[in-house]
Nanobody, 119 residues
Framework: QVQLVESGGGLVQAGGSLRLTCSTS????????IDWFRQAPGKQRELVAA???????NYADSVKGRFTISRDSAKNTVYLQLNSLKPEDTAIYYC?????????????WGQGTQVTVSS
């Protein structure tokens, strides 16, 4: 069974840092891309960062140079290091993985973790 569980959110002042953790279960995820999305109040969910099974990464322009995604395959864990946080980074952050099996799209989401950045 595939599960993703986020942790590490909290309240931090602008300029501060947090590290989010996505703990995964299910051997399949070891071979899949894991993403971090975020959703701010009144806004659509947006992709923040992604990491493939071989460690290639991709970032939204708004977080490049400030956020770092990494994975520890031995621990089935993906991390998102958030540095130089800004108030506009305030959102619920979700861990996600998705893929297609024949004509069926499978998407798995965690429950989300709140990040609040005060000015």
């Amino acid at each position: 069974q595939v599960q993703l569980v986020e942790s590490g959110g909290g309240l931090v002042q602008a300029g501060g840092s947090l590290r989010l953790t996505c703990s995964t279960s299910g051997n399949t995820l070891s071979f899949k891309t894991i993403d971090w999305f975020r959703q701010a109040p009144g806004k659509q969910r947006e992709l923040v960062a992604a990491i493939t099974s071989d460690g290639s990464t991709n970032y939204a322009d708004s977080v490049k140079g400030r956020f770092t995604i990494s994975r520890d395959s031995a621990k089935n864990t993906v991390y998102l290091q958030l540095n130089s946080l800004k108030p506009e980074d305030t959102a619920i952050y979700y861990c996600h993985s998705g893929w297609s099996v024949l004509a069926t799209r499978l998407d798995y989401w965690g429950q989300g973790t709140q990040v609040t950045v005060s000015s």
